[in-house]
């Protein structure tokens, strides 16, 4: 596979060409899930409602791929440092392996169990369950190639082939904006199919993804694949990512539980939530682009015991992630009510969405050193420590929640969520500069 020499050259150049292609394709999804939101906005609170309930479980598939994708990522980026292409395609071959048999059981447990899973959450309106049931189901047919996609996203962006991905997703998420509102309302022959047109909106855009990235690396994908499957590899992957995987099911079920306490304020606060969620996935994916570059960055310099270039390119993604930070949170607190009226008409719904918004702002740079962070944890091989720093503060958030919530209302909820993501952002970035630190000292010692 085409790969990018990242144990030389400038390093903020180096991280900017593997890193523009990431943010820009996030920026695109983000473009696609607001758009997707205004669209979804038309039919009513109540669609909305809907697809962020049902939302919260496809979350589950993101949090069971980083079973296969964290480990993935991270040993063919090291291996490939330590000089070792043969191991770089065994790990290629293991990881979409694992992740079309994880993607099955998911599908499985999803449509076994969706009625039991909308019917937590407790929600009257049955106009709102049947269309949670709908959006789940309709999701289920295009979810494996999410699975697929998101694996060998992975792996392209550790041999730093970060322009093919891009190029890829751009093309599927622009496809998914044409079609959304074809399916959603229909035109011509083709009827109006609701939520369930939003669903098949996303399948059809992931499947284009996937079948481009195939197009463009099928000879590679045929060396990989010559490779022996070592079951050895695949127990590797798995207990790599399981501490990922984990943190984000507990993430994910915690979410549950503060839908549910947010729920009990009225079906137009959660409303408010998820567009809220949508406008606030700018920060995440954004930074999540620098993510993905500094793991890739770290990871072959760590497999090539290069420290030096670890600490300097940590130290130049804080100041990105540090001013980028700084700039969403002006906007959040100056700007919110604007952009709720971009998605919604409900009066109540766009005064409930100002408050979430100014509440998340002044956690929004510590979100971002928080996601950088992580990124930098994996990039060197350890994935138990952020895991256990990002399942603790969001457990809290269920109490702090309650608690603050008691006093403040549903203010309570939102400084609750912008209390831990300070926390985590702060323990986490100061953590990995001891880390790097050691891996100094141990350089040292053994040199």
Do not use: C
């Amino acid at each position: 596979m085409q790969k990018m020499d990242m144990l030389k050259g400038d390093i903020r150049e180096t991280l900017i060409q593997l890193a523009w292609p990431i943010i820009l394709t996030n920026l695109i999804q983000t473009a696609l899930g607001i758009i997707d939101m205004i669209w979804i906005g038309r039919l009513g609170y109540e669609a909305v409602t809907a697809i962020g309930t049902a939302s919260i479980f496809i979350n589950f598939a993101f949090a069971l791929s980083m079973l296969i994708v964290t480990g993935s990522g991270v040993r063919v980026a090291q291996t490939l440092g330590e000089g070792n292409e043969k191991e770089s395609r065994s790990y290629v071959k293991t990881g979409l392996i694992l992740s079309v048999i994880v993607g099955v059981v998911y599908i499985f447990i999803m449509l076994v169990f969706q009625t039991p899973l909308i019917n937590f959450f407790n929600i009257e309106e049955i106009n709102i369950v049947n269309q949670s049931k709908s959006y789940l189901t309709h999701s289920m047919y295009g979810i494996l190639f999410f699975f697929i996609v998101t694996t060998y996203i992975s792996i392209l962006t550790s041999y730093g082939n970060t322009k093919l991905t891009f190029r890829a997703n751009a093309i599927g998420l622009i496809l998914n904006i044409v079609l959304d509102p074809i399916l959603i309302f229909g035109i011509g022959p083709i009827p109006a199919m609701g939520v369930a047109g939003a669903a098949w909106a996303t399948n059809i855009a992931r499947l284009v993804i996937l079948l481009v990235l195939v197009r463009k690396t099928y000879k590679d994908l045929i060396l990989s694949f010559k490779e022996r499957f070592e079951i050895d590899k695949a127990f590797e992957l798995i207990k790599m990512g399981f501490p990922v995987s984990a943190q984000r099911f507990i993430f994910n079920f915690v979410s549950m539980f503060m839908a549910r306490i947010v729920v009990g304020f009225g079906t137009d606060v959660m409303a408010a939530q998820r567009i809220g969620i949508q406008i606030e996935s700018i920060t995440y994916v954004t930074i999540g682009g620098l993510q993905g570059a500094i793991s890739a960055f770290i990871g072959q310099n760590f497999g090539n015991k290069n420290v030096d270039r670890i600490d300097r390119a940590y130290r130049t993604s804080l100041k990105l992630v540090t001013i980028f930070g700084l700039f969403v949170t002006i906007g959040f607190i100056f700007f919110s009510r604007p952009m709720f009226r971009m998605f919604i008409e409900d009066l109540n719904v766009i005064d409930h969405g100002e408050v979430y918004m100014k509440a998340l702002a002044f956690s929004q740079v510590f979100m971002g050193l928080e996601i950088l962070s992580v990124g930098a944890y994996h990039g060197i091989g350890k994935t138990n420590f952020p895991s256990i720093i990002a399942t603790v503060f969001t457990v809290l958030r269920l109490p702090m929640a309650l608690i603050l919530s008691h006093y403040l209302g549903v203010v309570g909820v939102w400084w609750s969520i912008s209390l831990s993501s300070i926390l985590k952002g702060v323990i986490l970035t100061f953590g990995f500069i001891i880390n790097i630190k050691r891996l100094e000292m141990n350089v040292v010692k053994y040199t």
